[in-house]
């Protein structure tokens, strides 16, 4: 087939119903603090990867709530694992933990071993 | 013969009680641990939505309980409320005893202790104040940082020690959002040269003409609402506050100077309140605030009979709220000594 010159664009929606939540399931059922996170971004003001590189802790939590997968999987690697978070978070959300169980999740393929 | 009824407490809530107390008829004494009456309202300067003068519910307040005959004691805390069959016996610090026929505990709030918060550097950093001190500030017509300068760069941080587990407030104060707004209004109003800005988790605005005050805010007088939670506060060589949050919305980090910082503190139960529950056997929540019996139809009722609550010693309250929630109580109470006749 010849070569048209263009492209399709992805769709930007987030499609909620053909998203992949597995991962977040997985981490609020090891992780029920997870679920109570209010984005208010004290995680990510404090983080110091988040200083220097696109991380933020806040947008990764939201995305995975959301099934948007692709771009949590590459960037959680980037956490230190330094906790500056948890102590800041107002929630008591264990953010930390949240990473560690985003990276299991990743590393385990959640959807394809249930 | 006259029913006794003791209200502790001389803030909003115990003013209001015993004024209407007094009114249909009964012998009020009104017991308060400070020397003089008003509690709280004494430290404000206008009051949200309408940014009435304070002095104006004070005055009121003033008007109804000395119109109606009423016995103040001032410098005096209760120790102790107990009852025997239906006599109430409150001991006082002063180590004295009165009867009482009912008594209504209006014993409010205290302020968070802003200090708890260590990483938003107050008592650290000169220039780091609680809404309170601010409120001082406007009282005296002079806003100025530590030095007697004028702040050109003036930040709001809202839920300092509201909706906080780290310092075991899981609730909402409720009243410190439209007190921001208010106050940072107020800073545009004195310092038309200033910036504000006010860094949010969420704006809630859940009163009558609140949310328009919050419009006035950013329509009129151009203060800047950015959703972030600060989380940390640090000083600059020229002793500039820096502080970190995040940009929720833009997604991105932020830091900022500021001249001054004012922490939005949240209200507690007060100190008094919570002793005084200890040692009568009154019922608390989990937020630390007096329970009531039931939530929804008897809110003044406390889990001793003839004992009832009136104001933000419940949960954190609003003025008008108060008011009528202290009324509430009195109307309680004649329900009680009607069952009594």
């Not at chain 1, 263009?6 to 609020?28: C, E, G, L, M, P």
């Not at chain 2, 889990?303 to 419940?314: D, K, L």
């Amino acid at each position: 087939m010849g070569e048209f010159g263009f492209t399709i664009s992805q769709a930007r929606v987030i499609n909620y119903n053909s998203n992949d939540r597995s991962i977040s399931d997985y981490i609020a059922s090891r992780e029920p603090s997870f679920r109570i996170c209010i984005e208010c971004g004290g995680c990510s003001a404090t983080c110091t990867t988040g200083n220097f590189t696109s991380f933020s802790l806040r947008e990764l939590q939201i995305l995975l709530k959301r099934g948007e997968n692709d771009y949590v999987r590459e960037n959680i690697k980037k956490c230190m694992l330094c906790g500056k978070c948890i102590l800041v978070c107002p929630r008591g959300v264990n953010t930390r933990n949240v990473v560690t169980l985003a990276r299991e999740a990743f590393q385990k393929n959640v959807k394809n071993a249930v | 013969m006259s029913r006794h009824v003791v209200v502790i407490g001389a803030g909003v809530a115990g003013m209001e009680a015993a004024g209407q107390l007094s009114k249909a008829g009964f012998e009020v004494s009104l017991v308060e641990k400070d020397i003089k009456t008003g509690g709280h309202l004494n430290d404000w300067y206008k009051l949200f939505p309408d940014r009435r003068d304070s002095s104006e519910v004070k005055d009121y307040l003033d008007r109804i309980t000395r119109l109606n005959s009423i016995r103040f004691i001032p410098g005096t805390e209760v120790e102790k409320i107990s009852r025997i069959n239906d006599n109430l016996t409150l001991k006082t610090t002063e180590g004295t005893e009165m009867a009482a026929d009912a008594v209504i505990v209006a014993t409010g709030f205290d302020l968070f202790k802003a200090a708890r918060k260590e990483e938003y550097g107050y008592d650290i950093y000169d220039n780091v104040i609680t809404s309170s001190e601010l409120e001082s500030m406007f009282c005296k017509g002079k806003i100025t940082m530590a030095d007697g300068s004028v702040p050109a760069k003036v930040g709001f941080l809202h839920c300092v020690g509201s909706r906080d587990e780290k310092v075991g407030n899981y609730y909402c104060s409720k009243l410190c959002c439209v007190t921001a707004v208010k106050q940072a209004i107020e800073i545009r109003e004195h310092l038309p040269e200033s910036r504000v800005f006010c860094f949010y988790m969420d704006m809630r605005m859940g009163g009558a003409y609140y949310e328009e005050l919050y419009r006035e805010a950013q329509e009129v007088w151009g203060v800047n609402f950015i959703r972030g939670k600060i989380s940390e506060v640090g000083e600059s060589i020229n002793k500039n506050l820096i502080i970190k949050s995040e940009d929720t919305l833009a997604g991105r980090p932020l830091k900022m100077e500021l001249d001054m910082l004012v922490l939005m503190s949240g209200m507690e139960m007060a100190e008094s309140g919570k002793k005084l529950a200890v040692s009568s056997g009154l019922n608390v929540g989990e937020n630390r605030f007096f329970s009531s019996e039931d939530h929804h139809f008897g809110s003044n009722l406390s889990n001793m009979q003839g004992v009832f609550y009136a104001g933000s010693c419940t949960a954190p309250m609003n003025i008008p709220d108060t008011i009528s929630h202290a009324r509430a109580a009195v109307s309680d109470v004649m329900d009680y000594f009607n069952l009594r006749k």
